[in-house]
């Protein structure tokens, strides 16, 4: 909690060193790190594996332009409906795919969100097609939108966190890991499964919406698969037991991808080999080397 | 005329049906033998794309080429699966998951590396059309559709006439019992992911004609090879075919009859099956 606590506040000085691209850097990774927080409420707590979540992120992010530049909706309202948006979306997917497990849930949900990938493709009037929308006002300057950005980051990242600890929670943990025995206790498992999806669609939502602005654009990219995988992948490499472990390894993930590409053209190699050197070696992923390291400094301290 | 028409988008549909059976095979084909699901097949379809056109620069003999390209493939296959693949048969899907996407990573930058960037076309191949029902159907539709009545023979005849497919069939219904007859497990699952690659390096190679081999190309595919495979039941061959054939039909109606919703259709095709059957049609419980 200190650590958590010293980060934000440091984090808070950044915009005073008056670098326009770490101002950008640092507020997209903000963003990132709410996407994979919210992504692992369902990976994580839950035990499900989304392979669809572009479809939340890219839903708000895409309702916010469409309503701002098209219908010329005021930015707050058009902010709010794209995550009003992303909460319907993750219902309506809930009810659908939460009846399946495993790798039956990770394919409906990739299929549902390469289905709005394909209406954002060819539904070129609304959507701008493969060129996307682009002219969307972020309403504040950079400076004060990092602020926003943050504020709306670490307030979400703590209901969240409050929404995992809680009894909830606790039932979602319990349904992962022995769903019969939950159920012999009364609780309706897709009950519980769909506020997980709802309370992770919808932060999604807000980290997608958060990306429009930032941006000023958006482009079918964030609604393409491999964006959906981009969470699955930052909480593996963080570690998805830890509630931080996402956040952690998503501020590794920008940095590392920044300093990469300023090096070579071919940045997705490396990240490949590192994926591989995760899932053979390091199981636990980084916070599960950390917790190691710790356990091994007290066993020897003592 | 309106019968006509209707008979003719079938057969369109039906090319677009082996295009995605064809890609879906391997997938179904390896998940039903070692209980992976193979993401870096789009990699492997890639891949195929890319041999077939070296080997076709070289050879000026697509045949030859297309069925050296995909034994190139197979061998990245059976390479990727002794060193990486044979480490995580036990692990959680999550694992295999993010292991074959981190694998799509790595095979998309070689080919930029390789390859270049700029999407890259062969000359010219099974150009032409063919006058049907009042309307021209190009000669690659043909082609297609035979390519792939051609690969189900060969899965046929390789599953149920071969000493290899006894094996892999004994060893996909009952692990445990066929180790204890001596069968040796290593040889078979390298085997069986090595002729999973080569079926999606078969695909590739066979798109050649009509598309350009392109780094991302693998990427979209995979997303139809694995609605066939999920629809059809996972590891069940004959479901893959059987729906590759509903997907092909009900893409090429439904841009006859409602253009607007022909992008959807796959998908509600999906949920309606999985809401109804949720292990698939031919699927296990």
Same mark, same amino acid.
């Given at each position: 909690?200190?650590?958590v606590?010293?980060?934000v506040?440091?984090?808070?000085l950044? #915009?005073?060193t008056?670098n326009?691209?770490?101002l950008?850097?640092?507020t997209k990774i903000?963003?990132?790190v709410l996407?994979?927080?919210?992504?692992?409420?369902l990976?994580?707590? +839950?035990?499900l594996?989304?392979f669809?979540?572009?479809?939340f992120?890219?839903?708000?992010?895409?309702?916010?332009?469409?309503l701002v530049t098209r219908?010329?909706?005021?930015?707050?309202?058009?902010?709010?409906?794209g995550?009003?948006?992303s909460?319907?979306?993750s219902?309506?997917?809930?009810?659908?795919?939460?009846?399946?497990?495993?790798?039956?849930?990770?394919m409906?949900t990739?299929?549902?969100?390469m289905?709005?990938?394909?209406i954002?493709? !060819?539904?070129r009037d609304v959507?701008g097609g493969?060129?996307?929308i682009?002219g969307v006002p972020?309403?504040? #300057?950079l400076?004060?939108?990092?602020?926003? +950005?943050?504020?709306?980051?670490v307030?979400s990242?703590?209901?969240?966190?409050?929404?995992? !600890?809680?009894d909830?929670g606790?039932?979602?943990?319990g349904?992962?890991?022995?769903?019969?025995?939950?159920q012999f206790?009364?609780h309706?498992i897709?009950?519980?499964?769909?506020y997980?999806?709802?309370? +992770?669609?919808?932060f999604t939502?807000?980290?997608?919406?958060?990306w429009?602005?930032?941006?000023r654009?958006?482009? #079918?990219t964030?609604?393409h698969w491999t964006?959906?995988a981009? #969470?699955?992948?930052?909480?593996l490499?963080?570690?998805p037991?830890?509630?931080?472990?996402?956040?952690?390894?998503?501020?590794?993930?920008v940095?590392v991808?920044d300093?990469?590409t300023k090096y070579?053209?071919?940045?997705?190699?490396?990240?490949?080999v590192a994926?591989?050197?995760v899932?053979?070696?390091?199981r636990?992923?980084v916070?599960?080397?950390v917790e190691?390291?710790?356990?091994s400094?007290?066993?020897?301290?003592? | 005329?309106?019968?006509q028409a209707?008979?003719f988008? &079938?057969i369109i549909?039906l090319?677009?049906?082996?295009?995605y059976?064809?890609?879906?095979s391997?997938l179904?084909?390896?998940?039903g033998v070692?209980?992976?699901?193979n993401?870096?097949h789009?990699?492997?379809?890639m891949?195929?794309?890319?041999f077939?056109?070296?080997?076709?620069?070289?050879?000026h003999?697509?045949v030859v080429a297309?069925?050296?390209?995909?034994l190139?493939v197979g061998?990245?296959g059976?390479l990727?699966e002794?060193?990486l693949i044979s480490q995580?048969?036990?692990?959680?899907?999550?694992f295999?998951?993010v292991l074959?996407?981190g694998?799509i990573?790595?095979?998309?930058?070689?080919?930029?590396?390789?390859?270049?960037?700029?999407p890259?076309?062969?000359?010219?191949q099974?150009?032409g059309?063919?006058?049907?029902?009042?309307?021209t159907?190009?000669m690659?539709?043909?082609?297609?559709?035979?390519a792939?009545?051609?690969?189900?023979?060969?899965?046929?005849?390789?599953?149920?006439?071969?000493y290899?497919?006894?094996?892999?069939?004994a060893?996909?219904?009952?692990?445990?019992?066929a180790?204890?007859?001596?069968l040796?497990p290593?040889?078979l699952?390298?085997t069986a992911?090595?002729?999973?690659a080569?079926?999606a390096?078969?695909?590739?190679?066979?798109?050649? %004609?009509?598309s350009s081999?392109? %780094?991302g190309?693998g990427?979209n595919?995979?997303?139809y090879?694995f609605i066939?495979?999920?629809?059809?039941?996972l590891?069940?061959?004959k479901?893959?075919f059987i729906?590759?054939l509903?997907?092909g039909a009900?893409?090429?109606?439904?841009a006859l009859?409602v %253009?607007?919703?022909?992008?959807?259709l796959?998908y509600?095709?999906l949920?309606?099956?999985? &809401?109804?059957?949720?292990?698939?049609?031919f699927?296990?419980a």
């Amino acid at each position: 909690m200190m650590l958590v606590s010293l980060v934000v506040l440091s984090s808070l000085l950044i #915009p005073l060193t008056g670098n326009k691209y770490a101002l950008y850097l640092s507020t997209k990774i903000w963003i990132l790190v709410l996407y994979a927080i919210a992504f692992n409420v369902l990976f994580g707590y +839950s035990g499900l594996l989304s392979f669809g979540h572009a479809l939340f992120f890219s839903g708000s992010a895409y309702t916010l332009a469409i309503l701002v530049t098209r219908l010329n909706f005021p930015l707050a309202l058009g902010f709010v409906c794209g995550i009003v948006i992303s909460a319907l979306f993750s219902i309506a997917v809930g009810v659908l795919s939460l009846r399946h497990r495993e790798i039956h849930f990770a394919m409906v949900t990739l299929a549902f969100s390469m289905l709005f990938w394909g209406i954002v493709m !060819k539904w070129r009037d609304v959507t701008g097609g493969e060129d996307g929308i682009t002219g969307v006002p972020r309403g504040l #300057p950079l400076f004060w939108f990092y602020y926003f +950005s943050l504020a709306v980051v670490v307030l979400s990242s703590y209901f969240i966190y409050r929404f995992v !600890k809680s009894d909830l929670g606790l039932i979602l943990e319990g349904i992962r890991e022995n769903e019969t025995r939950v159920q012999f206790s009364g609780h309706s498992i897709l009950k519980y499964r769909l506020y997980a999806m709802l309370v +992770s669609g919808t932060f999604t939502g807000v980290s997608g919406a958060l990306w429009a602005l930032l941006d000023r654009t958006v482009t #079918p990219t964030i609604s393409h698969w491999t964006f959906s995988a981009v #969470p699955v992948i930052v909480t593996l490499i963080g570690g998805p037991q830890n509630f931080l472990g996402p956040a952690v390894s998503t501020l590794i993930y920008v940095i590392v991808q920044d300093i990469i590409t300023k090096y070579t053209l071919y940045w997705q190699f490396i990240f490949g080999v590192a994926i591989l050197a995760v899932v053979l070696f390091f199981r636990g992923g980084v916070m599960g080397i950390v917790e190691n390291y710790i356990d091994s400094l007290m066993k020897g301290g003592r | 005329m309106e019968l006509q028409a209707i008979a003719f988008q &079938l057969i369109i549909g039906l090319a677009t049906a082996m295009l995605y059976w064809i890609v879906s095979s391997g997938l179904t084909f390896t998940f039903g033998v070692t209980r992976i699901l193979n993401f870096a097949h789009g990699a492997f379809y890639m891949l195929g794309a890319y041999f077939t056109l070296t080997f076709f620069e070289v050879l000026h003999n697509y045949v030859v080429a297309l069925f050296l390209g995909a034994l190139c493939v197979g061998l990245v296959g059976a390479l990727c699966e002794r060193t990486l693949i044979s480490q995580i048969y036990h692990l959680p899907i999550h694992f295999q998951l993010v292991l074959t996407f981190g694998l799509i990573l790595i095979f998309e930058d070689l080919v930029r590396m390789v390859w270049g960037s700029v999407p890259k076309m062969i000359s010219a191949q099974f150009v032409g059309s063919i006058p049907l029902f009042g309307k021209t159907l190009p000669m690659f539709s043909l082609y297609i559709i035979l390519a792939g009545i051609a690969i189900a023979l060969l899965m046929y005849l390789m599953l149920s006439k071969t000493y290899w497919g006894l094996q892999i069939r004994a060893i996909t219904s009952n692990p445990e019992m066929a180790m204890c007859c001596g069968l040796n497990p290593t040889f078979l699952y390298a085997t069986a992911f090595m002729f999973g690659a080569f079926l999606a390096g078969l695909g590739g190679g066979l798109t050649l %004609p009509i598309s350009s081999a392109a %780094p991302g190309m693998g990427e979209n595919i995979i997303i139809y090879a694995f609605i066939v495979t999920v629809i059809g039941g996972l590891g069940s061959i004959k479901g893959a075919f059987i729906s590759a054939l509903i997907i092909g039909a009900v893409e090429s109606l439904g841009a006859l009859f409602v %253009p607007w919703l022909a992008i959807a259709l796959p998908y509600i095709a999906l949920s309606a099956v999985l &809401l109804l059957k949720p292990e698939g049609i031919f699927g296990e419980a």
